[in-house]
Structures are given as C-alpha cells and as structure tokens.
C-alpha cells in the first residue's frame, strides 16, 4: 500500500492526547509512506481547514522534514519567517494560520516512522514542558507500532506451510509433531498476550481469529491431545491466563505479560478452571486443549 493506513488509529489518537496534554490547540501528522522518505499528513485534529491534509513532507524539507532527517524533535516560534528551515510548506501552514509549530518524530528501531505536529496561531514560544509532553506521546504511537510490528510477524510465521513427511519413521514423525505443536503454543501464547495491547479493532480482530486457527490446527496431534468440541466456553481473558499458564508463567508474569494484577490472573484462573471442571492448574491447561480452546 501506499502508506501505513493501518497506523492511522494510533495517529488518531494520539493527535487526541497531544492536543491534551500539552494545550496546544492545533494538531497533525502521519507516517513515512511505504519504501520512501516522505511523510503523508493523514490525520487533523483541531485544524480549521483541510489545507494541510495529504501534504506530502520530504526529508529535511520544512519543520517536519528536519525532524525526519535529525531523528529529534524541532520547533520553531514563527513558521513562516524562521531562518532555521526551508520554507516548501509556507502555503498550506499559512492557510491554516499556525505560527508556532513543534514536529516530534516517530522512531522505531532507529528508523523513523511518521511525525507528529502541535502547533499555536500565535507566535509563542513552546516550552520544554511541552515539547517534553509531545514527545511522550510520541514515544506511546512507537510503541504501539512495535506492538503491531509484532503481531505481523506473528501471524506471517503462523501461516500454514507446506510439509512433506515422506520418508520420516515413526519416531521421526512423532518428534516432529510434538516440535511442530510447541512452536504453535508458543505463538499462541504470545498472540493472546499482544490482542489487548492492539489499538486497531480490525488487526485485534485479526489476531483473535489467528489465535482460534492455532488452538485448531491440523498438524499431527502429539501424545495425549484429542480435540472435541468445546463443552464451555470461556471469557477472553481467562484464555488469555490459561495460554501464558500453558507457557509455564507464574500468576505474577502472566500478570506482566497481559497487563494485570496477579490477583486477577487468579480470579480469572479459578474461574476457568471452575468451567473446565478442572481441579488444577494442570488439568485446566489439559482440559482447554481438549476442547480446542488451547493448542
């Protein structure tokens, strides 16, 4: 695709809490297109006209684009006659009558990835306290985006692949398929940890479905697992406690890995083994694979 569309919900939110936090009343901003060096303005919050939406911003062209090339923030008090950019943007950032503009660049991984704007219709400096809260949201849209990074990767690895058994022993085979299900637990297990952390209804969507296919796959079942159909069902989040179980975490990393208190893990815990009808902790990770709900 041209551009990261599917980062436009972390843009849109994050435009929200930069306008928040540092009082600015005017905010924008977008992602690098895919394969270039340019910025595509995709988001407006605040702005009183659509002159600055689908603005394409090169690398060290303007405000946006010298923090594109710096890799850091900038700002400057009085756009249209500060001596310390090149003035590409003049037009559209008069149009919508900004003066006072911040760009805080979006890094994941050492590369840039968008920027993010704030900016004032009169000529003020802007503060490090506000520059600093730029920044902050800034560093949360980098994050989420590592998130998603993640969840991609997931999913590609997960896609079914060809396999050819030919010629394999029997106890070549079954080592294989016990190897085979390990790697698709492990995936699971991560999957459901990355789902509540998803901004994107659609890509969280995305990712819960991948998550049935792996507790459902048809790879050579290893010793002692035979699916059936469920008998319950259970909440997402009690999926969620019994998928970082089943990776051997205690109450307290499974609580880090989902975001929750270890008291709640328990809760949730307990109420999962209750529907399983299961006695422990290990008969509730046996009893969720029975039933398909677990890999």
Not at 28 to 33: P, R, Y
Not at 154 to 182: H, I, N, S
Request: proline share 6%; charged share 20%.
């Amino acid at each position: 695709m041209a551009a990261e569309t599917v980062g436009t919900a972390e843009i849109r939110t994050a435009l929200l809490r930069l306008r928040r936090t540092t009082g600015l009343p005017v905010a924008f901003g977008g992602l690098i297109e895919s394969g270039g060096r340019q910025v595509r303005i995709q988001e407006l919050s605040g702005t009183s006209t659509t002159a600055l939406r689908a603005l394409t911003v090169s690398s060290g062209n303007g405000l946006g684009g010298k923090a594109l090339a710096r890799s850091r923030p900038c700002a400057v008090t009085d756009y249209s006659s500060s001596r310390h950019i090149s003035h590409e943007y003049d037009a559209p950032v008069q149009a919508e009558g900004l003066r006072s503009v911040l760009a805080v660049p979006i890094v994941v991984r050492r590369r840039v990835r968008g920027v993010l704007y704030g900016a004032l219709r009169d000529a003020q400096p802007l503060g490090d306290r506000t520059l600093g809260a730029a920044v902050a949201v800034a560093r949360d849209v980098e994050q989420a985006l590592v998130v998603r990074d993640e969840a991609r990767a997931l999913l590609a690895a997960t896609e079914p692949r060809p396999r050819d058994g030919a010629g394999m022993g029997a106890g070549a085979g079954v080592a294989a398929g016990t190897a085979a299900w390990e790697q698709v637990r492990e995936a699971h297990g991560v999957l459901r940890a990355l789902v509540p952390r998803i901004g994107d209804p659609a890509l969280r969507a995305e990712l819960l479905a991948a998550c049935g296919l792996l507790a459902t796959a048809p790879l050579p079942d290893p010793p002692g697992r035979t699916v059936r159909a469920a008998p319950v069902e259970l909440a997402p989040r009690e999926v969620d406690v019994l998928a970082c179980v089943a990776a051997g975490a205690t109450n307290a990393v499974a609580g880090e890995r989902l975001g929750l208190r270890p008291e709640t893990v328990k809760a949730y815990l307990r109420s999962a083994m209750r529907r399983l009808g299961a006695g422990t902790r290990l008969e509730a990770v046996v009893a969720a694979r029975r039933a398909g709900l677990l890999p």
